[in-house]
T-cell receptor, first 111, second 114 residues
C-alpha cells in the first residue's frame, strides 16, 4: 500500500513558466517531507524539505507547500529552466528512520 | 571528500549466483540505507542502518542481507539472485537518519539477473 503517491508520471512546462509537482501521503505520522531531483544515470540529489509543523518552505526558485489536513504537498518551481528537466521524487520520513519515496514525476521543460 | 561511493557500476549475474554490492561513505554519517529503483516503481527502501552494528528492514527486504561492521561501509548481499532483483541499486547516507537531515546518494549499481 503506497504511503507516498505521485499521481502524475510526467509533466511538461514551458520555459519561464511555473512548474507544480504534486504529492499525496497517507501516514499522518510522517514528520518531514522532502523533494529529490534525479538526472539519468545519477543518484538522486536533495532539493528542499519541509517539517510537518510548517506549511511553506522556500529556497530560491523552489517552494514547497504542505496541506496537512488534505495530506498533500506540492513543489513549485518558478521560473522553470531547461536544467530543471529531471525526475522529481517526493519522500517522507517517519519517526522510525524510514524514508519512503513516491514513484516520481518526470518534468520536461519545453523551450 | 568522495561522498558516497558504490561498486561495481554494472553487474550481470545468473540466477542463483550470489554477490555483494559495496557502499562506502567518508562523511562519518551514522545512517546508511539501500534503495532499489525499478521502472514505474520509484525508489523502494530495502534495508537501513542507524549506526555500526544496527540494521533494520525497509519496505522490500526479502532476498537481501546487510551488515554494518563499520561506520563507513554498508554492503548489500544477494544470497541467491533472481530475475526479479534486476534493478538499479542506490546507497545513501545521512548524519542521523532523521527527516531534517539531507540524504546523500551514491551513483548507483545497475544489476541484471539472467
Amino acid at each position: 500500500d503506497q504511503q507516498v503517491k505521485q499521481n502524475s508520471p510526467s509533466l511538461s512546462v514551458q520555459e519561464g513558466r511555473i512548474s507544480i509537482l504534486n504529492c499525496d501521503y497517507t501516514n499522518s505520522m510522517f514528520d518531514y517531507f522532502l523533494w529529490y531531483k534525479k538526472y539519468p544515470a545519477e543518484g538522486p540529489t536533495f532539493l528542499i524539505s519541509i517539517s510537518s509543523i510548517k506549511d511553506k518552505n522556500e529556497d530560491g526558485r523552489f517552494t514547497v507547500f504542505l496541506n496537512k489536513s488534505a495530506k498533500h504537498l506540492s513543489l513549485h518551481i518558478v521560473p522553470s529552466q531547461p536544467g530543471d528537466s529531471a525526475v522529481y521524487f517526493c519522500a517522507a520520513s517517519d519517526l522510525n528512520y524510514k524514508i519512503i519515496f513516491g514513484k516520481g514525476t518526470r518534468l520536461h521543460i519545453l523551450p | 571528500n568522495a561522498g558516497v561511493t558504490q561498486t561495481p557500476k554494472f553487474q550481470v549475474l545468473k540466477t542463483g549466483q550470489s554477490m555483494t554490492l559495496q557502499c562506502a561513505q567518508d562523511m562519518n554519517h551514522e545512517y546508511m540505507s539501500w534503495y532499489r529503483q525499478d521502472p514505474g516503481m520509484g525508489l523502494r527502501l530495502i534495508h537501513y542502518s542507524v549506526g555500526a552494528g544496527i540494521t533494520d528492514q525497509g519496505e522490500v527486504p526479502n532476498g537481501y542481507n546487510v551488515s554494518r561492521s563499520t561506520t563507513e561501509d554498508f554492503p548489500l548481499r544477494l544470497l541467491s539472485a533472481a530475475p526479479s532483483q534486476t534493478s538499479v541499486y542506490f546507497c545513501a547516507s545521512s548524519p542521523t537518519g532523521t527527516g531534517s537531515d539531507t540524504q546523500y546518494f551514491g551513483p548507483g549499481t545497475r544489476l541484471t539477473v539472467l
